[in-house]
């Protein structure tokens, strides 16, 4: 439904910009998931302004909350389903949260129009 982003682009462009183009990788996936399931809750605006609000620690929540409405995603379009919500959480508590962005983007990318 979305665009097909290249995962090694947005991980060399968010090292080069320091974190800003994640800010914008953030907003295009969360906006990708919502029109993929418009009644997930997933809203751009909300889920990049809490985890600043509490921490950090809702951000662990969204690390648990994407990978669990792809997976509805893909049940619902008849696709292989791969659930790795859990993964997501021990990777973002150790500080490893790119890996399961990068798994979300792959996920999405599987979506795309182009």
């Not at 409405?69 to 973002?92: C, P, R, W, Y």
Request: hydrophobic share 55%; aromatic share 14%.
């Amino acid at each position: 439904m979305g665009k097909k982003r290249n995962i090694a682009i947005s991980i060399l462009l968010t090292l080069v910009t320091l974190g800003v183009y994640w800010i914008i990788w953030f907003i295009n996936v969360a906006n990708d998931i919502s029109k993929l399931q418009p009644n997930s809750g997933v809203k751009a605006g909300k889920d990049l302004l809490l985890p600043i609000v509490t921490f950090g620690f809702y951000f662990i929540y969204l690390m648990y909350k994407y990978p669990k409405v792809i997976t509805n995603i893909e049940m619902e379009k008849g696709k292989q389903v791969h659930d790795f919500a859990i993964l997501s959480i021990i990777l973002a508590v150790l500080g490893f949260s790119i890996i399961p962005w990068c798994m979300i983007q792959a996920e999405l990318n599987k979506f795309a129009i182009n």
